[in-house]
């Protein structure tokens, strides 16, 4: 599903990596092999250690409750739908107009992306297609600042999410102090960026702030709901006790293992994590493996659906013609900087 994916989607996303001072390198070949190899490496000793709770696991997904993985599915497109009306918001708070086909249709291209390729690959194109909606010289520092500003809007809906679950015993009590622990680290960051000279740190700097805007967070709160929701779903499917507590518990770690998304999909290390994450909160060794990869299923045909359509949808609204030389301008002096504003953009 990978492989194919990725055949037919490199096409179609080179045009929005590159533009007219020529491709955007995201991350060394280096670091994508290294993470690569880790990845492989950890999915390997995994598999070593819970040999006999993997086979019991193929037995565990035979008895999956259909319906429920049905609810999943949906609830997984309305959280990519969520996603993509947290974009639009985030786009029009810094002065870009993009219609609702066109934001269906664009950030559908870049899941589908996220689905196929390493590094998350599909941010930069959700930011290369973005900009081919918006009729303005700095369209692609608006839109690298967007993506920006919608990463840390879901990073504050999750942490004030940890904080909840930690105040009721879900997860370990110091997840109380997650909300301040970002807070310290976003704050670090726009110092960081406000010291530093160029269009690019100023441009982040000034995306910080936006993602407290509260359509934002609403968007970003129904995204994160319907992604426990979902998970949910899956473990009523498996006959899972508490299955909101276990979700939360799942996706937490799900989320902790994708923080470097350097290797393909992430190389199973993040179905790995919530797999250990599982079996640590009392949930069976093969009932686990079996959620984490019913989820990470049912995950890629929502995404590949949605994207799908996405992709249909975005044919049908032209583009704003591209300038050659506007361009060349606008990338000159992003292109250091580009891959380290993307690694805050998540999907």
């Known amino acids: 599903m990978r492989s194919w994916l990725a055949s037919k989607l490199l096409p179609s996303i080179t ?3 590159a533009t007219g001072a020529g491709a955007v390198s995201i991350f ?3 670091l994508r092999q290294l993470g690569t190899a880790v990845g492989l490496v950890a999915v390997v000793v995994t598999l070593f250690l819970a040999k006999h709770a993997l086979v019991r696991s193929f037995d565990r997904t035979r ?11 949906v609830a997984l497109l309305a959280a990519l739908a969520s996603s993509a009306g947290a974009w639009r918001c985030a786009l029009r708070s810094a002065g870009g107009i993009v219609g609702r086909r066109a934001t269906w249709g664009c950030y559908g291209l870049g899941s589908l992306a996220n689905t196929a390729l390493p590094a998350r690959l599909g941010d930069a194109v959700r930011v290369g297609l973005y900009a081919s ?3 303005r010289p700095d369209r692609l520092l608006l839109c690298a600042g967007a993506c920006l500003t919608v990463a840390i809007a879901r990073a504050v809906v999750w942490a004030l999410t940890c904080a909840v679950a930690g105040i009721a015993g879900v997860l370990p009590f110091w997840m109380v102090a997650a909300p301040v622990a970002l807070g310290v680290v976003v704050i670090g960051a726009r110092l960081a960026l406000r010291t530093r000279s160029g269009r690019v740190s100023r441009t982040l700097a000034g995306s910080i702030l936006p993602a407290c805007c509260p ?10 709901a319907a992604r426990i929701a979902a998970a949910a779903e899956v473990l009523v499917a498996l006959g899972v ?3 909101v507590d276990a979700a939360i518990v799942g996706l937490t770690a799900l989320a902790a293992a994708g923080v470097m998304p350097i ?6 290390v993040a179905g790995t994590g919530m797999a250990l994450a599982l079996t640590g909160s009392g949930v069976p060794a093969a009932t686990a493996i079996a959620a984490a990869v019913s989820f990470h299923a049912v995950e890629t045909l ?3 659906a949605f994207g799908g359509a996405g992709v249909l949808a975005e044919r049908s609204v032209g583009r704003v013609p591209r300038r050659g030389h506007e361009a060349a301008e606008a990338i000159a002096p992003v292109r250091a900087e580009f891959g380290q504003a993307l690694m805050w953009g998540r999907s």
Do not use: C, M, Y
């Not at 008895?63 to 599915?73: I, M, R, S, T, V």
């Open 28 to 30: 060394p070949a280096k």
């Open 63 to 73: 008895e999956l409750d259909p319906l429920p993985l049905a609810f999943a599915f």
């Open 215 to 224: 359509r934002l967070l609403v968007w970003a709160t129904v995204a994160a």
């Open 302 to 304: 929502a995404t590949v």
């Open 263 to 268: 290797g393909p999909g992430a190389a199973g």
């Open 133 to 135: 909606r918006i009729d």
């Open 241 to 243: 006790a508490h299955p």
């Open 15 to 17: 045009p929005a990596l």
